[in-house]
């Protein structure tokens, strides 16, 4: 079993609204720390979003005030989820879930297949 899987891309108009999912199992879901990155065609990867095993959250600038990051825990695995609002074309890009976050570090060692979200009319 993959221990994240991202769930709920797809193709979304400007303006609207998509939420991802990451389920994390296994010994990475202990950490409970889990961020989302994107990465678009001939750009950087980059940060969307983290979320500390205390609750503390980092949003890239360019998603401030429209995404949100959340988390559930369950016994079996953990679910993260990205909501994300007001999309806009620039946010086209693979998202991927990954893990363990720690805020100013680079990336953990996990990371899910990713999740095509495509903002076009």
């Known amino acids: 079993q993959e221990p994240l899987v991202e769930s709920g891309g797809g193709l979304v108009q400007p303006g609207g609204s998509l939420k991802l999912s990451c389920i994390v199992s296994?010994?990475?879901?202990?950490?409970?720390?889990v961020a989302w990155y994107r990465q678009a065609p001939g750009k950087e990867r980059e940060l969307v979003a983290g979320?500390?095993?205390?609750?503390?959250?980092?949003?890239g600038d360019s998603v401030k005030g429209r995404f949100f990051i959340s988390r559930d825990i369950a016994e079996a695995a953990m679910t993260v989820e990205l909501q994300m609002n007001d999309l806009k074309s620039e946010d086209t890009a693979v998202y991927y879930c990954?893990?363990?976050?720690?805020?100013?570090?680079?990336?953990?060692?996990?990371w899910g297949q990713g999740t095509q979200v495509t903002v076009s009319s």
């Open positions: 990954n893990a363990p976050y720690h805020i100013d570090r680079a990336p953990g060692n996990y």
């Open positions: 296994g010994s990475v879901r202990r950490a409970g720390s």
């Open positions: 979320l500390t095993a205390t609750n503390s959250v980092v949003y």
